[in-house]
Nanobody
């Protein structure tokens, strides 16, 4: 059974920092591109960042230079370091895995990040 379990979401002030983590089980972690998506109220889910098993990263333009995605292939975890947080970063953040050969995609249950003063 695939499980992607996110943690770290909370209330943070503008300009603050936060680290999200996702623990994966039930998948061949090294054969998955891991990513973080987010969905704000009334909007579509959007890609924040993803990372290949080799460490190649992709970022949404809105978070470039502020967010950093990383993965630990030994611990089956993926993290998102978020700095200089803005009100517009408020959303539910979802961990995502996508198998590099089959394309099978799985999602975590989401963790809420609220940026507010």
């Amino acid at each position: 059974q695939v499980q992607l379990v996110e943690s770290g979401g909370t209330l943070v002030q503008p300009g603050g920092s936060l680290r999200l983590s996702c623990a994966a089980s039930g998948i061949n972690f090294s054969r998955n591109v891991m990513g973080w998506y987010r969905q704000a109220l009334g909007t579509q889910r959007e890609l924040v960042a993803n990372i290949t098993r080799g460490g190649r990263t992709t970022y949404a333009d809105s978070v470039k230079g502020r967010f950093t995605i990383s993965r630990d292939n030994d611990k089956n975890t993926v993290s998102l370091e978020m700095n200089s947080l803005k009100l517009g970063d408020t959303a539910v953040y979802y961990c995502n895995s996508k198998h590099i050969y089959t394309g099978v995609t799985d999602w975590g249950q989401g963790t809420r990040v609220t940026v507010s003063s």
